[in-house]
């Protein structure tokens, strides 16, 4: 994947430009998200306010990575992962020396970073899948999405907007997803084991969580 110019959009500030030429490498812009609040609301905002907020959600974190990518002159492109049971999950990706790999913000922690050495998405993808689980230990992760290049945003100012950007995961309920299973290979799912199961939701924010359905699909 070819870099593009890197680029800082003409509405920030001084001081703004500043803070978001600080990120260097992929792995910085996921330090800070791991640094960052998680926010349990349901209003999606820009990068320029998670900025001032130091406050995402996993949404936001994926515009706010996707963002900073592109400062780095890698394309805006988020992966989206639906799950069953479960909240859905959106990755900034990227590429280097030819392979994927993945920023994210989770309110778990086995969601989030991935070194790029992926041959595909759908490799990446499967990367998340045996630590996509719910708070009963279920394993929910189902579809993916094509890379959605946020560059068709920027007529919104998606960057750097005070508004809600709640349009654009919309967006992206209307995509094609890939299934990873069919019905016989997720009856046939073992649970998580305990451990996994304590690490991944070590400091979550217990709001922000997902609560099941009991017994679906039992």
């Given amino acids: 994947m070819k870099k593009n110019k890197p680029s800082l959009p003409k509405q920030l500030s001084k001081d703004e430009k500043k803070f978001f030429q600080q990120f260097k490498t992929p792995f910085e812009i996921q330090i800070y998200l791991n640094n960052a609040d998680y926010n349990p609301e349901y209003l999606t905002f820009s990068p320029r306010l998670v900025m001032h907020r130091h406050m995402a959600n996993c949404f936001e974190g994926a515009l ?11 394309k805006p492109l988020i992966v989206d992962l639906m799950a069953d ?19 994210a913000k989770s309110n ?5 970073y991935r070194e790029p050495v992926y041959r595909s998405i759908r490799e990446l993808v499967m990367s998340y899948f045996d630590f996509y689980i719910n708070t009963d230990g279920d394993k929910t992760l189902r579809s993916y999405s094509n890379p959605v290049n946020l560059s068709k945003f920027d007529k919104y100012n998606w ?3 005070d508004k809600d950007l709640e349009f654009i995961g919309d967006y992206l309920f209307t995509i094609k997803h ?20 304590e690490i991944c939701f070590r400091g979550s924010v217990p709001e922000g969580l ?3 359905l009991k017994n679906k699909n039992k």
Avoid at 87 to 101: E, R, S, Y
Avoid at 108 to 112: A, I, K, P, Q, S
Avoid at 180 to 196: M, W
């Fill in 64 to 74: 706010f990575a996707a963002a900073v990518l592109r400062m780095l002159g890698h």
């Fill in 210 to 212: 997902f609560v099941p």
């Fill in 159 to 161: 960057m750097t907007t």
């Fill in 178 to 197: 890939y299934n990873i299973l069919n019905t016989k290979s997720i009856r046939g799912l073992s649970p998580s084991d305990n451990d996994i199961l």
């Fill in 108 to 112: 778990t922690t086995l969601l989030r």
């Fill in 85 to 103: 049971n479960d909240d859905d999950h959106v990755l900034a990706i990227f590429k280097q020396n030819n392979l994927f790999g993945a920023v």
